[in-house]
């Protein structure tokens, strides 16, 4: 006995036996000889009061039956929360045990009670805890959403032990026992306006058994005020879930399609959504995109959605390609401008194709093409072709040009006059001996 007051164990008290005293027992003899001592001495619980405004304690247990106008019964689940100073409680039923049911009834409690206090204590609720961990539990994202709006914490139990929030455990069943018990109710809406009625004009008025005050009472003198304001409007509500990023970039919401980052397919991450804004984030709720909600079929994507290999040269526009292939000359820049402005929207595939040309001909070569191209009023990608492929890069001063498309002008449409000009104006010029 000696040894289990000084806080020793099983093993160290039978070492100091066997050196000290010559005792020849085994080991076993003394460690079950301890154990028979601790059983008949049970260490007692410790009573934690809390000081006023500072705790709230959160449960849920099954409310009173619902029968319906088609006879049928069914039973929700009544939320339950209590201020540990004074007692003082507010009683709701909902049909689910969800994260939205829980965060409407917490919020009409903190009306209720005019405050909110430091924190709040509640077990290992799915709709409160998505992973379960006495040292560091994680809460649902909306929870912690939820408890920065309102300015507390949510702090879980330890799994398994109900002791660790006994007012509440005690405060649910005195909601079963005093107001439910042996009731039955024709709508959930009934069952709620009788438990109002009921936390008014009972559960305030009775004198506490451990704090031997009213109920009411204390609350009015003492936590009230002492509960933190609340906050100028309503937690917003939303809905939110984890969602898969689809192999084309976009996250499906209500049969909606949102852009993510591109980097994300295949992976995935947090969507929190209401009725106007739809909102992407990572696994640390760093924020990543914001859309507007769009209807059911359509897409909603973004700048940087879409990564730059995929952007087509078409879709980057005409603008965004006339200074490009403008790059390659003066007389490529013009002939361009014409191109399009006599193709319109046709140009604009042309318009890549000269790029890629400029990739494997020569700059002079195409300047040269182009200008050519350009005297004789072609508009077609297939001319500056056949001219480079004629040349082999290199100038040439004649060539026929097709003519297969409406706005190429066919040559009978030119003067003799002018093209006897425009090949005097190409031809060089002869030494003074007259030799060539």
Not at 86 to 111: H, I, M, P
Not at 121 to 140: M, R
Request: charged fraction near 30%; charge should be positive; hydrophobic fraction near 35%.
């Amino acid at each position: 006995m000696a040894g289990l007051e000084r806080g020793l164990q099983a093993q160290r008290i039978w070492q100091d036996l066997v050196s000290e005293h010559g005792f020849q027992g085994k080991y076993w003899s003394v460690k079950r000889y301890v154990m028979r001592l601790k059983s008949r001495q049970p260490l007692p619980f410790r009573r934690l009061e809390t000081a006023a405004g500072l705790e709230a304690q959160v449960d849920f247990g099954q409310g009173a039956w619902v029968k319906g106008p088609d006879g049928k019964r069914r039973r929700p689940w009544v939320f339950r929360v209590v201020l540990s100073h004074s007692r003082k409680g507010y009683s709701e039923v909902v049909w689910r045990q969800t994260t939205e049911a829980f965060v409407d009834c917490l919020e009409n409690a903190f009306r209720h009670f005019g405050g909110v206090p430091e924190r709040i204590v509640l077990d290992n609720l799915k709709a409160a805890v998505t992973k379960a961990d006495w040292y560091d539990p994680e809460i649902h994202p909306k929870l912690q959403s939820f408890a920065q709006h309102h300015g507390t914490v949510f702090l879980p139990t330890k799994p398994y032990t109900p002791r660790h929030k006994g007012k509440i455990e005690g405060g649910v069943k005195y909601v079963q026992n005093n107001a439910l018990a042996g009731r039955t109710f024709a709508s959930l809406q009934e069952q709620n306006e009788y438990l109002w009625r009921w936390e008014s004009q009972v559960a305030d008025q009775r004198i506490h058994g451990t704090t031997k005050r009213q109920v009411r009472a204390l609350f009015e003198e003492q936590e009230r005020a002492a509960l933190r304001p609340l906050p100028s409007s309503r937690f917003p509500q939303f809905r939110e879930e984890r969602r898969t990023v689809h192999r084309d970039g976009y996250v499906e919401v209500d049969k909606a399609y949102y852009a993510a980052p591109p980097e994300y397919v295949g992976r995935d991450v947090w969507v929190r959504w209401d009725s106007r804004l739809l909102r992407i984030h990572d696994d640390r709720w760093q924020s990543l995109y914001t859309h507007a909600i769009t209807t059911a079929g359509k897409f909603r994507s973004c700048p940087g959605a879409i990564p730059q290999e995929k952007v087509s040269a078409v879709e980057r526009g005409v603008e965004a390609l006339l200074k490009q292939v403008g790059r390659i000359g003066t007389r490529t820049r013009d002939w361009c401008h014409a191109m399009v402005q006599a193709r319109g929207v046709e140009g604009t595939r042309v318009l890549v194709g000269l790029r890629a040309l400029a990739h494997t001909h020569d700059t002079s070569a195409i300047e040269h093409a182009c200008e050519l191209a350009l005297a004789s009023g072609s508009y077609r990608l297939r001319t500056i072709r056949e001219v480079l492929k004629r040349n082999g890069g290199r100038k040439q001063e004649q060539f026929e040009f097709t003519q297969e498309h409406p706005v190429i002008r066919p040559l009978a449409d030119y003067s003799l006059g002018s093209l006897s000009e425009f090949r005097r104006d190409r031809t060089p010029p002869t030494s003074p001996s007259g030799a060539e």
